[in-house]
């Protein structure tokens, strides 16, 4: 009796196990198919309460965004800012990545060795919690900038015309065939491995994520530069800079105008954190533009280290699009320390008539 009971269990077991692996080859295939166009980023793209993104790069450097006072900040950068570019940019990506196909991950995979650098973005909840943690693979490249996708796949080739000017009226050409990035990523420690479509050549430059720059008004809509040794001035757009005391024009000031035009930061602190006694002031200007707004700045000197800050103010009557940039643009200076290029400090704070 037991001799038959065990061939029936036998019969049984040998019935059962490729049913089991035709089970599991059809739960994995179904996966794949159901995750197949489903957006990678799916649990924080549809939470309101996303309060921190961070990045973790390969070279060691992390970007966090966090929001504070319903504006996203960067934490590395003394809760600065963010740049309002880059945010739009990485909530498109995280909103648009799709997932072009998932596998279970195989032991050793090589896409996700050792010898594989990658990205880490993790994003959290006003709580704190982890909503998503997801690690993306890249290849190594001469710029830290760009990341290479791990895999391609050739899009294809394309003959294409255009109207010319020459005896035969067209020229014909080849555009050359294009590569379709896919990147390799898991999220949350869910045992799939996924490729990726999507852009995730992001920077782990601080400062490239931060509200900048600094100044982006040009010569032409400057009134009057006034400093410590001398003042020039214009009474409307078409009039050459002059001098205040001799009323000669003065085009050598571009130089000077040119140093502050597009000035970007290397550092970021805010007052709380600098300390102006360590350092001396260099120089003071106030840049008034024709809208009537003040650009107070002072430039601060300590060894090969130049700082700036800035105050906004204004002339007596202005129209009510001053009024809203300068409450709008103060937010960008009050209270903040920007430490400047070396060589760009040299030439503002020396500068001569």
């Keep these: 009796m037991l001799q038959k009971h065990l061939k029936i269990a036998v019969l049984l077991l040998i019935l059962l196990v490729p049913l089991t692996i035709s089970g599991i080859l059809r739960n994995g295939k179904q996966f794949h198919m159901l995750s197949k166009g489903n957006y990678f980023f799916e649990q924080t ?5 996303i309060a921190s993104i961070s990045i973790s790069f390969p070279d060691g450097h992390t970007v966090t965004i966090e929001k504070k006072d319903d504006f996203w900040r960067i934490a590395e950068a003394d ?18 990545t799709v ?21 880490v973005i993790t994003s959290k909840d006003t709580l704190g919690g982890i909503v998503d943690k997801a690690t993306i693979a890249i290849q190594s490249n001469t710029d830290e900038k760009t990341a290479i996708a791990a895999k391609s796949d050739i899009i294809g080739q394309t003959t294409v015309s255009k109207q010319g000017s020459n005896a035969s009226g067209t020229v014909y050409g080849t555009v050359q ?23 995730f050549a992001l920077s782990p430059n601080v400062m490239d994520w931060v509200q900048m720059p600094l100044f982006a008004w040009d010569g032409k809509q400057i009134k009057r530069i ?29 130089g000077l105008i040119s140093n502050f035009w597009y000035l970007g930061a290397d550092e970021i ?13 260099a120089k003071h200007f106030d840049i008034t533009l024709l809208n009537g707004i003040i650009y107070r700045v002072d430039i601060y000197n300590h060894s090969d280290e130049y700082w700036l ?6 002339e007596g009557l202005v129209n ?13 200076y009050d209270g903040w320390f920007f430490k400047i290029n070396s060589d760009k400090g040299k030439i503002i704070s020396g500068y001569v008539l």
């Design 79 to 96: 809760d600065y800012f963010a740049s309002f570019a880059k945010i739009n940019a990485l909530t498109s990506l995280i909103r648009n």
């Design 45 to 49: 793209r549809r939470r309101a309460d």
């Design 309 to 314: 800050s800035v105050r906004l103010g204004r």
């Design 320 to 332: 009510s699009d001053s009024v809203k940039r300068l409450q709008e643009s103060s937010l960008l």
């Design 269 to 281: 602190k805010h007052a709380a954190n600098f300390k102006t006694e360590n350092y001396k002031k």
């Design 226 to 254: 006034k400093t410590d040794n001398f003042e020039v001035y214009r009474r409307f757009p078409a009039e050459e800079l002059r001098s205040a005391e001799s009323g000669e024009t003065q085009p050598h000031i571009q």
């Design 177 to 199: 065939p294009q590569k379709k990035p896919y990147y390799y990523a898991t999220l949350n420690n869910d045992g799939f491995l996924y490729q990726l479509t999507g852009d």
């Design 99 to 119: 997932i072009y196909r998932a596998d279970p991950i195989r032991k050793n995979d090589a896409v996700f060795s050792d010898r594989t650098k990658h990205i």
